[in-house]
């Protein structure tokens, strides 16, 4: 899809710039009593932020799939994937329980109700999805292995939507990630992705999209 708006790397609606401009506004207001983001980036909410978790929607998933975040935070990038996704359900997990209760008090405000929160460390989660998504949380080997612990295969994605696995957002040079993952697992498969591809603004120029997926079906 081709933005519709500067700010954005995809398409939306007004409806889901709304939610995500007032989105936005409460992560940094409620940013001013517990850091949720750093405090240098809170006047590039928008463009460092929402932005940057949109690159993440460039590809739609399957209606009904799940989706985990690990190490959410303030609800990036789990809420405006959930605004952009209505049909997806998603679950953003962090051990910080200020950040779930922040989560929840943002998706109650806005009206969000395919988006959960799970407090606890990622390697103690359960249940089963079918997609990890991640911004710059931890290595590629553990996003992958906590990824593998809950995976269940769901339906087939349509021709043109992510592949099912793990899709995250990192910086910098990846290549001690990519080997460290495929010395754990043989049986990955690493796409990456320049944001400069995606999105236009300089901050995104070192960034990087990931996606891992298995080469066993």
Same mark, same amino acid.
């Given at each position: 899809?081709? /933005?519709?708006?500067?700010?954005?790397?995809?398409?939306?609606?007004?409806?889901?710039?709304?939610?995500?401009? &007032?989105?936005? $506004?409460?992560?940094?207001? #409620?940013?001013?009593?517990?850091?949720?983001?750093?405090?240098?980036?809170?006047?590039?909410?928008?463009? =460092? =932020?929402?932005? =940057?978790?949109?690159?993440?929607?460039?590809?739609?998933?399957?209606?009904?799939? %799940?989706? #985990? $975040?690990? +190490?959410? +935070?303030?609800?990036?990038?789990?809420?405006?994937?959930?605004?952009?996704?209505?049909?997806?359900?998603?679950?953003?997990?962090? *051990?910080?329980?200020? %950040? !779930?209760?922040?989560? @929840?008090?943002?998706?109650?405000?806005?009206?969000?109700?395919?988006? !959960?929160?799970?407090?606890?460390?990622?390697?103690?989660? *359960? +249940?089963?999805?079918?997609? &990890? #998504? &991640?911004?710059?949380?931890? /290595?590629?080997?553990?996003?992958? &292995?906590? =990824? %593998?612990?809950?995976?269940?295969?769901?339906?087939?994605?349509?021709? +043109?939507?992510?592949?099912?696995?793990?899709?995250?957002?990192?910086?910098?040079?990846?290549?001690?990630?990519?080997?460290?993952?495929?010395?754990? $697992? #043989? @049986?990955?498969?690493? $796409?990456?992705q320049p944001l400069r591809e995606l999105a236009h603004d300089p901050y995104f120029s070192t960034k990087r999209l990931v996606h891992v997926t298995s080469t066993i079906?």
């Amino acid at each position: 899809m081709k /933005p519709n708006n500067s700010i954005y790397p995809i398409s939306v609606t007004p409806e889901q710039d709304a939610l995500l401009r &007032s989105y936005a $506004d409460m992560l940094v207001e #409620v940013n001013k009593r517990f850091n949720l983001i750093s405090r240098g980036d809170v006047r590039q909410a928008m463009s =460092h =932020h929402i932005a =940057h978790s949109l690159v993440l929607a460039t590809k739609d998933v399957p209606a009904g799939s %799940k989706v #985990v $975040d690990w +190490g959410s +935070g303030g609800g990036l990038p789990a809420i405006p994937l959930a605004i952009m996704w209505p049909d997806v359900q998603v679950i953003a997990v962090d *051990s910080n329980g200020k %950040k !779930t209760r922040s989560i @929840e008090l943002f998706c109650r405000k806005l009206g969000i109700k395919n988006c !959960t929160t799970w407090q606890g460390r990622a390697e103690q989660s *359960s +249940g089963h999805v079918q997609y &990890s #998504v &991640s911004r710059a949380t931890a /290595p590629l080997s553990d996003l992958w &292995s906590w =990824h %593998k612990r809950v995976y269940q295969a769901g339906s087939s994605p349509p021709v +043109g939507s992510w592949a099912e696995g793990l899709i995250c957002l990192k910086g910098g040079n990846l290549d001690d990630e990519i080997a460290s993952l495929k010395a754990l $697992d #043989v @049986e990955v498969q690493v $796409d990456v992705q320049p944001l400069r591809e995606l999105a236009h603004d300089p901050y995104f120029s070192t960034k990087r999209l990931v996606h891992v997926t298995s080469t066993i079906v």
